[in-house]
């Protein structure tokens, strides 16, 4: 049970017959007050028609928003009517809610290619908007999903001399995935005082340290969206040390969603924290962070439990960031498995059974003065992924 | 049999006792005349000792080399020994041969981070050099295998008004592995009269088109490494139609060993060349190409017979080069499957039935003025990858 959820939110969910199986597959997440919103993209060059309409909405309106309506499913994507159906589902929102249609975000996750019917979605808005209350927060949590097997929620609570804020943050996503497309989506929602402005900066900064640093399987959706909204119902507006401890409990809610994407990555059983320190500068210790994440070998050998650093410096060589191998060190789970680029002095089936617990941390650590450092999540790579994503639509 | 292989080289092949499994680790490859000599290797940042050798001696020769050395078994990379085991290798070698040190190339490929005993290559070198005639080719081929299910050779016959020149190759990889590091080993041999300037454009070219334009699992190893020795020994230097010939059978033989790799691929049962058109330039089509390459739905999608446009484009949308989705035309196996970015129409059980055969092809078309091409291949990815690679070391 959440129960601190920021105020003046109302959230609403129902089966509008998107998707075949039988759950929830529409949400619909109303601020009582007009937010300050803000938005993060894919950056993929293949945009499915929501990606771009809330783009446009976000610009034309500068930051304000009055509602989320969000479809799993269908991912309105790469189909000759996706433009329209997309602004017709914001239509007909902005309608009900009696709000302008550009007061209206959209998403949609699911199948690409294929038409969304959007007579399914606008012949749900009025029931939604009747039922939608503070505590349909899980429900719609539940309506988006799509592969994944959990819903994914975290909330945190600010304390300031002015009073609380409350941060609520929502997610879904667990690859990539035709035919049910699992979209990374992210909608976070706080109470607190801010202008689009702060808010999007705001956003950037907690995306980048968690939806933007972590891997299932390297594959980037059309639909990638992450939105925050701010309404300021707790009248708190935080400045000085409340601000930097809102900025840091947004960062941690968001990677508290992140990290629950990763550990339900398609076929996944186990979690990978990555870090990476004395690169000479944080996008440097990205960029090997993040090569290291993605490489399929260190992944299997994740699933294998087998510390074979032999895998992961020449994952971190392929990155495009020079370094000198004869000074890394790896350590896995604690362990210094190489030194200095060349095997360290460890015992085999000690750190091969930490690598049996569900999580295993990879520290890659450059000696000499570089402070650049990252840090990245990703999954094994297991039979169970092939499984799933080989198997012939039907 | 092989039996179109140049004048004046000699190859033999021994067990030295490198690898476990009694299969023959270790090859010599001589040229009777000192060759020109061109070399390609890894652009990975961790570079094993005979890479950085075998550049060293080709800069200190200026292309000049009389032999290759090549074990499998031990990649001599990232241990503390691995540089004075590549010298002194080569120092041997050349004594056995009574030739340069700089004139010797060596190459190594198998487990990473154990040392080498130079003292088992050391042990064979005469008994090598003596056994050595031009027949020992297919023997040396297998030598070099450590993964690979088969070996693999390829050769070429140019007919010029001065004579006839010959072409032979053989190459080894199938991932990169570790226990059994699959490195990309590609050994060339021409009896042609060709500089070291001219042989290394050629030889780049040659690579660019074919080693470098597959994928098996995207890892890159840190021994990779391709040689091309030309030593002359039909007195035919060409120039003019003749030279264009040997270029088109180089690159030839290349695509043809390349292609054994991918079919070879760990785990793979299937073959698919991608041909993109179309781009603004070939190096915005080859990354186009690669991106599709590699992704793991699009490999996953051919390990099940899907054909699945909605993973291919949203691949080549992650590429960082600017498309406009709606000028994208995909076909697979001659079927168009997407027209303009949207579903074209198709039987997807015809194509799907074509997608079981061993090879497919899809074709990434963007409509418009760009002349740009590229060619890619690569191979399914199958639960029997996982199970290779998972495998814990014993």
Known sequence: MIDQLPQGFRFAATYAGIRKKKNDDLALMISDRPAAAAGVFTQNQVRAAPVEVSAKHLAKTGGVARAIICNAGNANCATPTM???????????????????????????????????GSLIAGELETLAEIAEPGGFEAAAKAIMTTDTAHKVATAEVRTAEGTIRIAGMTKGAGMIQPNMATMLGFLFTDADLGPKPLTKMLRSAVDGSFNSISVDSD?????????????????????????????ALA??????????????????????????????????????????????????????????????????????????SKVDIY???????????????????????????????????RGKGRGQARFFTCDLTEEYIRINAEYRT
Chains 1, 2 share one sequence.
């Not at 929102?93 to 038409?115: D, F, N």
């Not at 980037?220 to 840091?248: C, H, M, W, Y």
Request: charged share 30%.
């Open 252 to 325: 941690k809610v968001c990677e508290d969603l992140a990290v629950q994407i990763v550990r339900d990555g398609e076929g996944a059983k186990k979690l990978l924290r990555i870090y990476v320190d004395g690169a000479a500068s944080d996008r440097d210790a990205k960029k090997l962070a993040r090569e290291i994440a993605n490489s399929p070998l260190v992944k299997t050998a994740l699933a294998g439990a087998d510390p074979n650093w032999g895998r992961i410096l020449p994952a971190a060589g392929k990155a495009g960031v020079p370094f000198d191998p």
């Open 332 to 366: 896995v789970n604690g362990f210094r498995v190489c030194m200095r680029g060349t095997r360290a002095d460890f015992n085999e089936d000690e750190v091969q059974k930490t690598m049996e617990e569900p999580e295993s941390v990879v520290r890659f650590h450059l």
């Open 220 to 248: 980037t959706s059309t639909n990638d969206t992450v939105f925050l909204l701010a309404n300021g119902a707790s009248q708190v507006r935080p400045t000085g040390i409340a601000r930097e401890a809102f900025e840091k």
């Open 83 to 117: 433009n329209a159906v997309a602004r017709e589902t914001c239509r007909a929102t902005a309608k009900t809610l009696s709000v302008k249609t550009s007061e209206i975000l959209v998403c949609s996750t699911g199948v690409i290619g294929e038409p969304l019917d």
